[in-house]
């Protein structure tokens, strides 16, 4: 009897990862991983960089979040907080829409960090922190890792 094997657990991914060019500094820097050759193979992944979706451009000004305050803030001292938040909520959307409860999202940006975060002087110093959407994600319930915890992703997904 046929079986409908469309029902795989989607995750959303941070865009670059698919080597799309939306990163802050126009790089493009994809992920190698035969894992996610796999999960790209078998239809799972449903790309967004939040940052972009909201309007910002490529390249643009690298942001950090500010750690006192919590605003998003550009190298020229712009706020770009509301940008930010807008691109979460849009991720969260396309979560929504694809009932996905995964995410693949890229470690210590403003956005997408899951454990770590620039600490907000954009002198390359870490903290541990979360980035806004990866923060909207996990308030909705969605399970976020990192390009370091793909194995740990793969043993939570329906095979
Ligand atoms: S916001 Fe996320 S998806 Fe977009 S470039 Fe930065 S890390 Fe990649």
């Known amino acids: 009897m046929a079986s409908n ?3 795989f ?3 959303l991914i941070s865009a670059c990862f698919l080597g799309e060019r939306v990163r802050y500094n126009g790089e493009v820097k994809a992920l190698a991983s035969q894992l996610l050759s796999q999960w790209q193979s078998q239809g799972r ?4 960089c939040p940052e972009v979706i909201s309007g910002l451009p490529v390249p643009r000004p690298p942001a950090e979040i500010n750690p006192k305050t919590l605003q998003v803030i550009t190298i020229d001292s712009v706020d770009v907080s509301q940008q930010f938040s807008q691109g979460a909520q849009q991720a969260l959307r396309l979560c929504q829409q694809h009932n996905i ?3 693949l999202l890229k470690e210590s940006s403003p956005s997408c960090g899951s454990n770590t975060i620039y600490d907000g002087s954009f002198s390359q110093q870490k903290i541990v922190g979360e980035g806004i959407t990866t923060k909207l994600l996990r308030q909705h319930g969605i399970q976020v890792f990192s390009e370091f915890y793909l194995k740990q992703l793969q043993g939570l997904l329906d095979q």
Request: proline share 0%; glycine share 0%; aromatic share 8%.
């Open 5 to 7: 094997k469309q029902c």
């Open 9 to 11: 657990d989607k995750i």
């Open 45 to 48: 992944l449903i790309s967004v």
């Open 101 to 103: 409860r995964f995410a």
